[in-house]
């Protein structure tokens, strides 16, 4: 009787692990529903919901390296923001759009690594150090779009990033880095380990973890992460201003959470949870969009729906035993 | 069990919820006639708080939707280049046949974009540089744009700082709003107020006059500095949107500074210097007609007030709606129009409240269906025409 209990306790828990897949799966018959019943441009829409979700898609799968050792970084927008302006900046000297790809991925890493080494040298919470990252970056960028004297925006000639604004290019970058991540975090010590830290600091210490150490690593994937969205940003829109990116951290934070995963990181941690979330967000705001809600009132169901998400996901944190 | 029961429950109220409200509003069409088919226009706004963006998205959502046979559709507020990209992108795939665009982080950008799918594309209230013109007007789905150029902008800043020197006034204070990121609006509004201190002054201004004060500015870093200006003062500046306690302390100190008698504002010049400033200081501000506006004129706070009037966007949502109707206005050369319009301007709270009257009716707007409906199909001279008569007694014959 016991052993079906505890069977029946452990299928129902499975699925709920599920849930933000099931939850973007149904959001996504909605979604045709409602575009076949408004006789939406469906073949566009899917392409638009790639070109919407894969640059949040990607930054925030790196992110999940921070997120799950329990960390948070608020200036994921502003490095990105910095790094493409920086990568833009490049490509204009030297016409070459591989030097530019390094360039916003170095900056990014360059940016990342500060943060935590700033952390761990002075022994502050990583949360503090990005908080004054971003009051610095969001200067920085100013500075940037001022050297480079051309008004208000840095660009990158339309026509020279043409050739790679598709979808099919956009969705390789993502496989490639979704492939790296995942074999990072599941099928390497590195995911093992920031669970633990990030489930017990303590208990990790004890057993000889080094926290310092997995917090730069992680600093750096989500980096890495931060720089092929900025670049993948050039490609989308070659005109870079103070605003570029401004919504990126909170997209971070809300596809993660969106994904199932908990925002306090350890052993409930997810890499696949940014995508989903992120997704499901896309899906969400587009579902919003054919139905010509105002703004304030997509923001407002969306809120809700956020919500609903956390509750649920709450509904499987075990209260008596260690969570797997 | 109970909890995947829960949660299902939970997904398919929200599917429910969802399908409900799609079913809930749909729309017949008819095929021969064109206006008798609804034109769905998306519009691109970077802006969805202020009293200017409210009051252009009222004329059109109160008026405009009434009494005409189009639904219109809106972006969330566009703070970058990607935003503007995604937001057409979602027009297009909720099949909008044009584009009305409030926003301007890459109008070359968005132009390009509608042109490649096929969907008209019309920029309300800004132009576009020349240089981009050129580029543009030929394209066929590019409709044209009105509003305010950067000459008006310059003059609009000219004038109201005359109207205070002329009367005597010597020592200023300035609120450069978004000059400081270099929006050029406001850097030609401060520019023509600096150039007519320099002309009423006799002096220059760190070495310019006239329009190189544009220049000067741009060259600082969209800073204007404080300094005499032959015999004008301009005693403070405050830049930016910080909202923070420094910034709302700066203008405070400048707004209460006994060496400045009067205020000017590029915009926002209600929000920056009217709670601050002390009885007897004058204050002028370039913005837009609304209730508090008039409010502001009436108990004496705000004295000078060049403002856009929400109507102003009819015509370009007329010229829109005939291209989309297959009539699209174009200039002898077969080009795309660009055409400045102004603002309206009041000195005192009876004309004003006036202003405000016209422009904020949903039943009468400045601009009404009979107007409109002259410039469906129009030819380019007239439409030139109409647009170039928007001072308030020129609409109101």
New interface residues.
């Given amino acids: 009787m016991e052993k079906k209990e505890n069977k029946?306790k452990f299928t129902?828990g499975k699925?709920?692990n599920l849930?933000p897949v099931?939850?973007m799966i149904?959001m996504a018959?909605?979604f045709l529903?409602?575009a076949y019943?408004?006789?939406?441009?469906i073949p566009?829409?899917f392409?638009?919901i790639l070109?919407?979700s894969i640059i949040t898609m990607v930054v925030a799968t790196g992110a999940v390296f921070i997120y799950t050792l329990g960390a948070f970084d608020i200036s994921l927008g502003a490095s990105m923001c910095v790094s493409a302006l920086v990568g833009a900046m490049a490509y204009n000297r030297t016409g070459s759009l591989l030097i530019m790809l390094g360039v916003c991925v170095g900056c990014a890493v360059l940016v990342s690594l500060i943060s935590s080494v700033l952390a761990s040298v002075f022994n502050l919470p990583v949360f503090v150090t990005t908080i004054a990252m971003l009051s610095l970056l969001n200067a920085f960028a100013l500075v940037l779009?001022?050297a480079n004297g051309t008004?208000?925006?840095v660009q990158v000639p339309?026509n020279a990033v043409r050739g790679i604004n598709t979808v099919w290019f956009k969705l390789i970058v993502l496989i490639l880095f979704l492939a790296f991540c995942i074999f990072a975090f599941s099928f390497m010590k590195l995911g093992r380990q920031e669970k633990f830290v990030g489930g017990n600091p303590i208990c990790a210490a004890l057993s000889g973890l080094n926290a310092s150490k997995l917090s730069i690593i992680g600093f750096m994937m989500a980096g890495l992460g931060v720089g092929l969205g900025a670049f993948l940003?050039i490609t989308?829109?070659?005109?870079?201003?103070?605003?570029?990116?401004?919504?990126v951290g909170m997209d971070v934070i809300i596809s993660i959470v969106f994904g199932g995963m908990p925002v306090s990181g350890g052993a409930r941690s997810r890499i696949y949870s940014a995508a989903v979330g992120s997704l499901s967000m896309t899906l969400l705001s587009?579902?919003m969009?054919?139905?010509?809600f105002?703004?304030g009132i997509?923001q407002m169901v969306k809120a809700v729906?956020f919500l609903?998400v956390v509750y649920?996901s709450m509904?499987?944190s075990r209260k008596t035993i260690l969570p797997r | 069990m109970k909890l995947i029961k829960k949660f299902l429950v939970m997904q398919l109220s929200l599917l429910m919820a969802i399908c409900l409200s799609a079913c809930s509003s749909g729309g017949g069409s008819s095929a021969e006639d064109p206006t008798a088919k609804t034109v769905k226009i998306g519009v691109l706004v970077s802006d969805t708080t202020s009293a200017e963006a409210l009051s252009f998205r009222s004329y059109y959502e109160n008026y405009i939707k009434s009494v005409y046979n189009v639904d219109f559709m809106y972006s969330d507020e566009l703070k970058d280049a990607a935003a503007e990209q995604s937001a057409i992108d979602n027009f297009i795939a909720n099949n909008c046949q044009a584009i009305i665009s409030f926003a301007s982080a890459d109008r070359p950008a968005q132009i390009e974009k509608c042109e490649t799918e096929g969907i008209y594309y019309a920029v309300a209230t800004g132009t576009l540089t020349d240089e981009q013109y050129e580029q543009f007007k030929s394209y066929k789905y590019y409709v044209g744009a009105i509003g305010p150029d950067l000459a008006i902008e310059y003059q609009a800043g000219y004038d109201m700082a005359k109207f205070y020197l002329d009367q005597g006034y010597t020592k200023f204070g300035m609120f450069t709003g978004a000059s400081v990121y270099f929006t050029e609006m406001h850097i030609y509004r401060a520019a023509g107020m600096i150039a007519a201190m320099c002309e009423a002054g006799n002096g220059d201004y760190e070495g310019a006059k006239g329009m190189d004060i544009v220049g000067k500015i741009m060259s600082e870093g969209g800073n204007v500095n404080t300094g005499k200006i032959g015999s004008v003062e301009l005693n403070g500046v405050v830049a930016g949107y910080d909202f923070d306690d420094a910034w709302f302390g700066k203008l405070a100190a400048v707004a209460n500074d006994p060496n400045v008698e009067v205020l000017l504002a590029v915009g926002s010049g209600q929000t920056a210097f009217a709670g601050f400033k002390p009885e007897g200081k004058m204050l002028g501000d370039i913005d837009c007609y609304t209730a508090d506006s008039v409010g502001l004129m009436k108990a004496g706070t705000l004295n000078y007030l060049a403002g856009k009037f929400s109507a102003s966007i009819g015509p370009i949502f007329a010229a829109t709606l005939s291209a989309v109707y297959g009539k699209p206005i174009r200039t002898a050369d077969g080009n795309a129009f660009a055409l400045s319009q102004g603002y309206w301007i009041a000195t005192d709270a009876e004309t004003a409240e006036k202003y405000f009257e016209v422009d904020s009716s949903t039943t009468a707007p400045a601009y009404t269906k009979e107007k409109l409906d002259t410039l469906i199909g129009a030819s380019y001279d007239d439409f030139a025409k109409f647009v170039s008569a928007y001072s308030f007694e020129d609409i109101q014959k």
Wanted: charged share 15%; no cysteine; hydrophobic share 45%.
């Fill in positions: 029946r129902s699925l709920l849930a099931i939850g149904l018959a909605v529903a409602i019943m408004k006789d939406v441009n566009y829409s392409k638009n070109n919407q779009i001022k008004g208000d925006v339309a940003t989308y829109a070659p005109t870079l201003s103070r605003n570029t990116a401004g919504s587009q579902i969009l054919m139905l010509n105002d703004s997509s729906i609903l649920v509904l499987n």
